[in-house]
């Protein structure tokens, strides 16, 4: 049996490795390998996760989630929503990308990346790919539905919308970074159509329906697996989609199909079992000796983005790093801010995304191109982020 911390590096050095392949697979594997060499009883730990009310309703909800996303596309209600937004090239080279990454459907970026083709063909492929790289992660940054806030959330032990909330002024900064380096020297067109917005908002009341219904939930009834209320709010959300996509319930199961809906539960149940044996195995009370500071854990969780091409991952990494030397389980939501926006700038960068990947590929450039032009946001994003962070240090 070796000690505890380095079985841990170990581990973690494989699921580094085989991060391209599906992600749930290696990480409940990297566990039972992780629980093999530090001793921890693996039935012992499938059973306190399989147990935890909480957890088996976040994998229910990893369930949803992909099934309303797969309507919301195949239905046409979110293409619509776009076309009757009728917005500047400009803004629709931002906005599009974003809302569109509101939806948790695999390769997702092939779905903005012909639109934004459509938008503006004259333009540079590389400034093309960034632009949908960049903003197809935004508005995602602070969406209640989004599966690793979600995970934050239950790590943290912080209200999902307070992290929201404390996200958001991020969100507007990189926003803004992006259009000055990315959007801004593009020459724009005059807008032509009909503009429908009573029509754009109705189909996007199915995405908004489900976070308000939860946010309402938690605040008006103290129950003890919060988590339902968003469950609730999925299954009315997937009718309603349903019911303005003038889509039949049996169209579901052919959906759930497509969108390989199996892998989002799995990579909810593998971070919880992985999380569980790195508990019981003790390497949280060997990892607390080295006392990590919080500025190195953002380096950290920089790498960990960039190096498995997840975000999910890195969470389930640093998140019971920080803890580890702490008494209380609730994270300080700076720190969860600093450290969360770290690991999503490592993650865009990559060519381990899928979605760098396939925008590099549907554009036909060279990732070493796009580097050139989408790192411009991210290393202004996280020099600020790091310069924030020592500026608040001193005070």
Not at 43 to 56: A, C, E, G, K, R
Not at 253 to 272: E, G, H, N, V
Request: charged share 10%; with cysteine.
């Amino acid at each position: 049996m070796l000690p505890a911390w380095l079985s841990f590096v170990i581990v973690i050095g494989l699921v580094m490795i085989l991060s391209k392949y599906e992600l749930g697979i290696v990480l409940t594997l990297g566990a039972f390998g992780f629980a093999l060499l530090a001793g921890v009883n693996i039935l012992q730990s499938l059973i306190n996760v399989l147990t935890n009310p909480s957890i088996l309703t976040l994998i229910i909800i990893m369930i949803f989630i992909p099934i309303l996303g797969g309507i919301m596309e195949e239905s046409g209600l979110m293409m619509e929503m776009i076309q009757k937004m009728r917005i500047s090239k400009k803004s629709s080279l931002m906005m599009i990308p974003a809302l569109f990454g509101l939806l948790p459907v695999p390769g997702g970026a092939l779905m903005s990346a012909p639109i934004v083709q459509q938008i503006d063909s004259e333009e540079d492929a590389t400034k093309k790919v960034s632009i949908n790289v960049w903003y197809r992660h935004m508005l995602i940054m602070v969406y209640p539905l989004s599966s690793s806030l979600i995970i934050s959330s239950f790590l943290t032990d912080i209200n999902l919308y307070i992290l929201v909330l404390g996200l958001f002024p991020g969100l507007i900064v990189m926003w803004l970074i992006g259009y000055i380096t990315l959007v801004k020297n593009i020459s724009p067109f005059t807008e032509q159509g009909e503009r429908d917005l009573k029509r754009a908002f109705h189909n996007l009341v199915p995405i908004l329906i489900a976070p308000i219904l939860d946010f309402v939930g938690r605040i008006f009834f103290n129950f003890s697996v919060p988590e339902l209320f968003l469950l609730i709010g999925l299954v009315f959300s997937i009718w309603l989609a349903l019911r303005f996509g003038k889509m039949n319930f049996s169209s579901v199961k052919t959906i759930s199909k497509k969108m390989k809906i199996w892998r989002f539960p799995l990579i909810i149940f593998s971070m919880f079992i992985f999380l569980e044996v790195f508990v019981l195995s003790g390497a949280p009370e060997e990892i607390a000796v080295l006392d990590l500071s919080v500025f190195l854990l953002i380096l950290i969780g920089f790498f960990l983005g960039f190096a498995t091409g997840r975000i999910q991952l890195p969470i389930s990494i640093v998140i019971p790093i920080y803890l580890a030397p702490i008494t209380v389980l609730t994270m300080s939501l700076i720190d969860f801010i600093f450290i969360y926006t770290s690991i999503s700038l490592g993650y865009l960068i990559t060519p381990l995304h899928p979605c760098v990947a396939y925008s590099t590929e549907y554009f036909e450039t060279d990732f070493m191109k796009v580097v050139k032009v989408l790192g411009k946001p991210i290393f202004i994003s996280f020099m600020l982020l790091l310069g924030l962070y020592g500026l608040l240090s001193l005070i």
